[in-house]
C-alpha cells in the first residue's frame, strides 16, 4: 500500500474516533470534541495504541506519513495562534488597567509560583528536564505552563454557558487577554538563544519596521485582499521568528497581535476558527498524542501530572481570591472567575510542544503536562455551572436586576477607576 492510501487512512482514523466518541458517548458536558481529540491523540500515540497494536500502528503511521501530517499540523497550529493574536483585544484591559491588571497579575503569578515550586523536584530526579535546559527554564516552562488560561477553549465554554456576552464574561476575556500576552512573552524569554541574541534583536527591529508597512498596506485594501494577505504576512511572520532563533508559534502570535479585529469581518473570522478548529487542528492533535512518551513510568507521569494538576488549580483561584478581596468582589464571582480562568487545552499544549521541540523538556514531562491540561479543562463546566446558578440567582436577589440585570461585577472600575464596567 502506498503512502497516499496510510495518509488518507491516518486522516479518516483522526477524524472518526474522537467524533464517535463525543457524539455516542454523550461527553460534550465534562468533555468538549477538542478535549475529547486531544484524548484521542494520547491514546493513538507510541505510548498506548502504538504498544498495544505495534505492527498496526506501525503499518498506517509510517515515517512518511507523519512527516506530511507533521506538516499539516504546524500549519494549521500556526493559523490557530494568529486568530488567537488577532482577537486579542487589550484596549478594554487598559481602560480598566488598575482592576484588569491587578486581577490579572495575580491569576498568573500566583499558579505560576505554585508551579515553579512544583517543578523543583522534577529538575532533581532525572528524566524530567531536557538535555539542552538551564534549570531556570524548565522550572519558568513548566511554572508557566500551570499558569497559563487558554483563551480559545475559554470562549467556547463561555459559549456553552451562554456567558461570552455577559458583562461577567467580558470581564473573564479581559483578564485572560492580558495573560495571555504574558504567556507568549515568558515563551520568548525561554527559548531565546543567546548566542544569536543579535539576530533576534535583527528581527524584532525589522518586525517592527515590515509591520508598520504592513499595517499601512491594510488599512488601504479591500477586505478581500486582507483575507488573502493574512496567511502571507502569517508564513513571512513564523519563518522570521523561526530563523532567529525563536519558535515559529512566537511569530504566528506576534503576526496576529499586530493587527487589527477590525479589519476583519467577525462572523467570517469565528468561522474561521471554527473551520479551523474541526478540519485541520485535529492532526495537531495526533501528532501532539504521538510525542507522549511513557517511559519514565505511567504511574510516575500520573503522578506528576496530579501534582502539576494541583499546583494549577489552587494556584489559579487562590489568586483570583486575592484580587477579589483587593477589588471588593461580590459573594461567589471569585470562585466562578477562577475556575474559569483555569481552563488550560490548546494554549498550553501549544506551549508545551514549543518547550518539548527546543529539548527544555523530556517526552514525560510533555505527557505529564498534557494529562495535567485535559484534567484542568474537563472540571471547568461540572464545577463552573452550578456556581455560575448560585450567583446569578443571588444577584437578582440582592435587586441587581434592577439597575442592570447583567451587571454581576458591580461597579468596581467606579470604585477603582471612576468608570463603570460594562
Known amino acids: 500500500m502506498g ?5 488518507l487512512i491516518a486522516l479518516a482514523i483522526i477524524f472518526t474516533v474522537p467524533w464517535a466518541l ?5 461527553t460534550d458536558r465534562w468533555a468538549p470534541l477538542v478535549v475529547v481529540q486531544i484524548l484521542a491523540g494520547i491514546v493513538l500515540g507510541p505510548g ?28 494549521a497550529v500556526m493559523l490557530f495562534v494568529m486568530i488567537a493574536g488577532i482577537e486579542l483585544d487589550l484596549r478594554q484591559a487598559w481602560r480598566r488597567r488598575l482592576e484588569s491588571g491587578v486581577t490579572a497579575g495575580l491569576a498568573l503569578g500566583v499558579p505560576l509560583l505554585l508551579g515553579s515550586a ?8 532525572p528524566g524530567w528536564m531536557g538535555a539542552q535546559a538551564l534549570p531556570w527554564q524548565f522550572v519558568l516552562g513548566v511554572g508557566m505552563s500551570c499558569a497559563v488560561t487558554a483563551l480559545p477553549i475559554l470562549l467556547l465554554l463561555m459559549d456553552k454557558l451562554e456567558l461570552t456576552r455577559h458583562p461577567l464574561g467580558q470581564r473573564i476575556l479581559r483578564y485572560a487577554s492580558l495573560d495571555d500576552l504574558a504567556i507568549w512573552a515568558v515563551l520568548a524569554l525561554i527559548v531565546m538563544d543567546w548566542e544569536r541574541v543579535g539576530r533576534q534583536a535583527g528581527f524584532m527591529l525589522a518586525f517592527g519596521v515590515v509591520t508598520w508597512a504592513f499595517r499601512r498596506l491594510m ?32 511569530g504566528a502570535f506576534l503576526a496576529g497581535a499586530v493587527l487589527d479585529a477590525e479589519w476583519f469581518d467577525q462572523r467570517r473570522m469565528d468561522l474561521l476558527r471554527s473551520h479551523v478548529l474541526l478540519v485541520l487542528m485535529p492532526v495537531f492533535f495526533l501528532s501532539t498524542g504521538l510525542r507522549t512518551s511513557w517511559d519514565t513510568g505511567g504511574w510516575d507521569v500520573a503522578g506528576a501530572a496530579a501534582l502539576l ?5 489552587v494556584g489559579k483561584l487562590a489568586g483570583v481570591h486575592a484580587a477579589g478581596r483587593l477589588l471588593g468582589w461580590g459573594p461567589g464571582e471569585a470562585s466562578v472567575i477562577g475556575w474559569l480562568l483555569q481552563t488550560k487545552a490548546l494554549i498550553m499544549i501549544v506551549f508545551a ?4 521541540d527546543r529539548h527544555i523538556i523530556t517526552g514525560a514531562t510533555f505527557t505529564a503536562l498534557l494529562l495535567m491540561a485535559v484534567g484542568s479543562t474537563m472540571l471547568t463546566i461540572p464545577i463552573v455551572e452550578p456556581r455560575l446558578a448560585r450567583l446569578l440567582g443571588r444577584a437578582t436577589r440582592s435587586g441587581h436586576a434592577a439597575v442592570d440585570r447583567n451587571d454581576l461585577a458591580g461597579d468596581v472600575a467606579g470604585a477603582v477607576g471612576g468608570e463603570k464596567v460594562h
Open 118 to 125: 512544583a517543578a523543583i523536584p522534577l529538575v532533581l530526579t
Open 309 to 313: 494538576l494541583v499546583a494549577s488549580v
Open 22 to 26: 463525543w457524539r455516542f458517548g454523550r
Open 219 to 250: 488599512v488601504r485594501a479591500s477586505e478581500t485582499d486582507r483575507w488573502c494577505l493574512l496567511p502571507i504576512w502569517l508564513a513571512v511572520c513564523a519563518f522570521g521568528a523561526d530563523w532567529a532563533g525563536l519558535h515559529f508559534m512566537v
Open 353 to 356: 510542544n514549543v518547550l518539548l
Open 48 to 75: 498506548l495504541l502504538g504498544r498495544w497494536f505495534p505492527e498496526q500502528h506501525a503499518f498506517v503511521l509510517t515515517p512518511d506519513v507523519m512527516q506530511a501530517l507533521s506538516g499539516l499540523a504546524w500549519w
Open 3 to 7: 503512502i497516499v492510501e496510510r495518509y
